[in-house]
């Protein structure tokens, strides 16, 4: 058996499905890269996905949060964080990561650094379509302003888990998704602000499109190599 760290290359696996995923079955998938990972048999791994309407609740969601009146599955998410949309024509990015050793500008066990690197790598990503997101101190995620009005909605949440110093969930960034189904929930538990999208902003982007942008920002935060994106 290797041993955690053996595997040396700073080049790091991306795959993307083809089909929606169900959410216990991309739970399953990252419980086992995250034990291979920490056993040395596995790479650390990106995996870009999309899932079937569904709601899911970190450990801080409240059950008055949410509403459900389309009766989509939920599940308990284990990760940070409250409630969550997740569906068609969002792009979830799972990062699975060995978080005891450098990851490019994130330090050894820095989560906060690591969480900070996420949302850069959506902000990073968002200006390839002319998009400018920003950070809150008071709420996580990343948000875009309306010019207008100066509302404010979120475009890109994050979710993230640690076991035994490797990361696992993620992100997701909404590409052209039913906003609609945002209403099901308070999501992030937060009430006085909107949800929004790369469509909803005027940006007809296909997902593929999306793919590579976030690739193309990955090696500048995080040091390692993107494999070309295979399918599953």
Known sequence: ????????????????????????????GME????????GSLPERVWLL???????????ARDADLFNPSGFPTHAAGRGGQWTYHGPSQRVAYVM?????????????DLRAY?????????????????????????????VVDPLTGSESKIAALGVRVTRWTCWHGVALNVAPDLSHFEGIVPCGIREHGVTSLHAQGR??????????????????????PTPISAL
């Open 50 to 60: 999309e899932h079937p309407p569904t709601y899911t609740a970190g450990t801080s």
């Open 32 to 39: 086992r890269q995250v034990a291979g990972i920490r056993d």
């Open 1 to 28: 058996m290797q041993v955690r760290g053996a595997m040396t290359e700073k080049t790091i696996l991306w795959n993307s499905s083809r089909v929606p995923v169900p959410y216990p079955d991309a739970i399953a």
């Open 204 to 225: 007809n982007v296909d997902m593929a499109t999306v793919d590579e942008a976030l690739r193309a920002e990955w090696q500048g935060l995080f040091g390692s190599i």
């Open 97 to 109: 990561l060995d978080l005891t050793r450098q990851q490019g500008t994130v330090p050894p066990r």
């Open 115 to 143: 969480v900070h690197a996420l949302e850069e790598w959506l902000i990073r990503t968002l200006r390839h379509f002319d998009i400018t997101g920003e950070r809150r101190a008071d709420r996580i995620g990343v948000w």
